[in-house]
């Protein structure tokens, strides 16, 4: 199904809506005007504030996503506003609303399509053309990019494309400061080709940081003026990944689905795992974008 079959031209509009509670109330009475809702407004609009407290939903591209789950709705609605001029809010500046209700559950075709979405606006040329168009333009442009929504949510809609990774040959201080200036746990490695070669984590650095004598003793609490990682911060420069690194435990394709995540999140105790296409590193899924992404998107 593509993107753009989900969205009606009424339900595109141009505004001069001076706010963030105005503009998406201009959408909410848009879904009434055209007769696509018939829930009390007082309900939709509390679940609509319910969720924008719990987090924000304007993204750093200007696209702002209200979204809601609402009980006794059974059905994927997407209203489309955008404003003649940007609307500042503490977030951003607010170049296009893009509105979501759907059912409690919420269908793997919403999670998709605001997935979808939020993708779009990261391209900056394209967006900012959604920007400028008519309500007839803008679905032109979308279906210039023919983007289909499957009805099965896939670790390609909620992972992390944009994980950093290290390579083999990067020493162990260049990890230090990929852990410590992105505050990251874990990282994929990759080689130059993008195959995805290992993985490493700030508690491989530990237990390489941790003198092997030290690591034979059952009980250290003695030892008060150890320095810890002395010899590993010695050697930073010439110790390299590749001697320290993981080979991947778990691995898992682009079109898995999220159900297969969970499963290997839990039996393998894992809080990240790398995410590949025909063996190259595509990013990484976490279990909290799992979490944000499908529990509570």
Known sequence: MKLSSLIQP?????????????????????????????????????????????????????????????????????????????????????????????????????????????????????????????PLEFLRILRERKIEVTKVITLASIMNAEAVSLRPENSIRDAIETFFGNRLGYVPVAGQDGKLLGELSVLDLFARGVPDYAAQMGNISFMRDFLPFKELLEQENQIKVAQIMREAEVVLEEDATVMEAVMKFTQKKRHHVPVVKDGKLSGVVSYTDILQKVLRA
Do not use: W
């Open 10 to 134: 009424n339900l595109i509009v141009r505004t001069r809506a001076p706010g963030r509670r105005e503009l998406t109330d201009t959408l909410v009475s848009l879904l009434y005007r055209e007769g696509r809702l018939v829930l009390p407004a007082l309900k939709v609009r509390e679940e609509l504030t319910r969720r924008e407290e719990l987090r924000g939903t304007v993204l750093p591209s200007g696209l702002a996503i209200p979204h809601a789950r609402i009980q006794g709705f059974d059905d994927l609605l997407i209203a489309v506003g955008i404003p003649d001029a940007p609307i500042p809010t503490e977030e951003g500046n607010i170049r296009m609303m893009v509105l979501f209700l759907t059912s409690p559950s919420g269908s793997p075709l919403y999670l998709n399509s605001l997935s979808a979405f939020v993708k779009l606006s990261e391209d900056t040329a394209f967006f900012g053309r959604l920007c400028a168009a008519s």
